[in-house]
T-cell receptor
Framework: DTGVSQNPRHKITKRGQNVTFRCDPISEHNRLYWYRQTLGQGPEFLTYFQNEAQLEKSRLLSDRFSAERPKGSFSTLEIQRTEQGDSAMYLC?????????????FGSGTQLSVL | SQQGEEDPQALSIQEGENATMNCSYKTSINNLQWYRQNSGRGLVHLILIRSNEREKHSGRLRVTLDTSKKSSSLLITASRAADTASYFCATAGTASKLTFGTGTRLQVTL
């Protein structure tokens, strides 16, 4: 399967703990995006990378959130000192930049529950 | 924050009927895309329409775009039970990120 892969699929943690999610994009894609989605809402942009460079971060991304994409391949999203409000589905998407008309390929997401 | 809103929020139809959902957005765009999401899964790209296009077709899908009204519509013809999902519009402006709407939950019953 050459789609976008996210691990783990589900994560349950206690408030105050740190969590890390991983995303493996489609191999030839140079852009990688992180979105967050809460129940009944659309995905909200968090950050994106072009190759290994993080080019934009949303104001939603507090200093407890950090994302990396070493070597421009897989990416990790870490949340430190989790809060109950962090409970959401975290979606990763990748794309191959081709002018402005790029479509995103999404993974199945990581569902985070903070108790 | 969400760029726009879909209307209706929820839609229930019978198999074979057509489903129409609308999307309104706020700022100028380069293109508008529609995605589908099955419960608990990631989003799947359906169709993209550029800002200089007014209508586009793909199989049973028909998308229109009215940039003067900042609105788009997605028509699914001859709906099937397998079309049951949430549908989101997403806009691409000058920035590289897509901004998604709030979604329409479509239920197709037999």
């Amino acid at each position: 399967d050459t789609g976008v892969s996210q691990n783990p699929r589900h994560k349950i943690t206690k408030r105050g703990q740190n969590v890390t999610f991983r995303c493996d994009p489609i191999s030839e894609h140079n852009r990688l995006y992180w979105y967050r989605q809460t129940l009944g809402q659309g995905p909200e942009f968090l950050t994106y990378f072009q190759n290994e460079a993080q080019l934009e971060k949303s104001r939603l991304l507090s200093d407890r959130f950090s994302a990396e994409r070493p070597k421009g391949s897989f990416s990790t999203l870490e949340i430190q000192r989790t809060e109950q409000g962090d409970s959401a589905m975290y979606l990763c998407a990748s794309s191959l930049i081709d002018s402005i008309n790029e479509k995103l390929f999404f993974g199945s997401g990581t569902q985070l529950s903070v108790l | 924050s969400q760029q726009g809103e879909e209307d209706p929020q929820a839609l229930s139809i019978q198999e074979g009927e057509n489903a129409t959902m609308n999307c309104s957005y706020k700022t100028s765009i380069n293109n508008l895309q529609w995605y589908r999401q099955n419960s608990g899964r990631g989003l799947v790209h359906l169709i993209l329409i550029r800002s200089n296009e007014r209508e586009k077709h793909s199989g049973r899908l028909r998308v229109t775009l009215d940039t003067s009204k900042k609105s788009s519509s997605l028509l699914i013809t001859a709906s099937r039970a397998a079309d049951t999902a949430s549908y989101f519009c997403a806009t691409a402006g000058t920035a590289s990120k897509l901004t998604f709407g709030t979604g329409t939950r479509l239920q197709v019953t037999l």
